[in-house]
């Protein structure tokens, strides 16, 4: 079966998908390197992979996708690299702002993205706002985003308010306050760690690593993990 452009594997259960899926897009540098190509190219092509995984996800009917692009950590590697990475999302949104409005595609942007370049930051601010009042779906990227950064700015939003909080005036502090938490992260190219991405929002959320390298995690693998996730007993703590 396919819906839209999207090979749908029969496995898949079509009414037991997450809301939301994170995905911690890892290996563009390694997936370089194996090719015997400069990191660089690995980030182009795990940015283009972003544009057919989007598709694959949103033609499935999930809702919301984040990926996380860039951290506070991220701070450490060469200018020249970095550079690259704010250049390819900035490009990334420039030419699909027309596509993203025809297809209701809101595009957000959370962490300290402001504190980019201000050309990085205009863009992102221009298609923030030319997707506002889109509404069928949300592609949400973590640009410049720490999760202990995102709890410690949210803290200090509730200093400055002065009240006490609660979980659920708390969690519309966050960046990611108006979205709900992810149900599903993936991390691709076999670590086995967060690196400090939505710590707080990723309390209940279902985790699935993988080997493959972020370039060429395709549909097929997406599927794959999302077959993974319909086998779980999601409890939240009852004993169902
Ligand atoms: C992920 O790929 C992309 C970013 C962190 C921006 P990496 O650049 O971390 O690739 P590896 O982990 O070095 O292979
Ligand atoms: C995590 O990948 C950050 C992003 C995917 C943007 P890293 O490659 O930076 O993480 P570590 O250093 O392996 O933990
Ligand atoms: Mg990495």
Redesign the pocket.
């Known amino acids: 079966m396919k819906i839209g452009k999207t090979k749908v594997n029969d496995e898949l259960d079509l009414s037991k998908l997450p809301q939301h899926i994170a995905i ?4 563009n ?1 390694r997936w370089a390197k194996k090719r015997g190509l400069p990191r660089k190219f690995g980030h182009k092509a795990g940015c283009d992979n972003i544009k057919k995984i989007t598709r694959n996800i949103f033609d499935l009917g999930i809702k919301i996708v984040t ?5 506070t ?2 701070w450490k ?1 060469p200018k020249e690299e970095i550079d690259e ?1 704010f250049n390819l999302i900035r490009k990334y949104v420039e030419e699909n702002t027309e596509d993203f409005v025809s297809d209701g595609i809101k595009v957000t942007f959370c962490g300290k993205y402001e504190e980019l370049p201000k050309d990085i930051v205009d863009s992102f601010k221009k298609v923030q706002n030319e997707t506002k009042y889109c509404s069928k779906n949300v592609l949400n990227f ?1 640009v410049n ?1 720490g999760g202990r950064d995102e709890i410690i700015r949210a803290v200090n939003k509730a200093i400055k308010i002065g009240e006490p909080v609660t979980e659920q005036s708390f969690a519309k502090l966050l960046d990611n306050g108006n979205l709900v938490d992810p149900d599903f992260v993936i ?1 691709t ?1 076999g ?1 086995l ?1 967060i ?3 939505m710590l707080y929002e990723m309390a209940y959320s279902e985790f699935y690593f993988c080997k493959t390298y ?1 370039p060429s995690f395709g549909n097929k693998e997406l599927q794959e993990a999302l077959i993974s996730y319909q086998n779980r007993n999601r409890r939240f703590g009852s004993i169902k």
């Open positions: 911690i897009m890892d290996g540098g990926y996380f692009a860039f951290s950590e991220n590697r990475i973590a985003y991390r190219s670590e760690r690196s400090n991405f972020w």
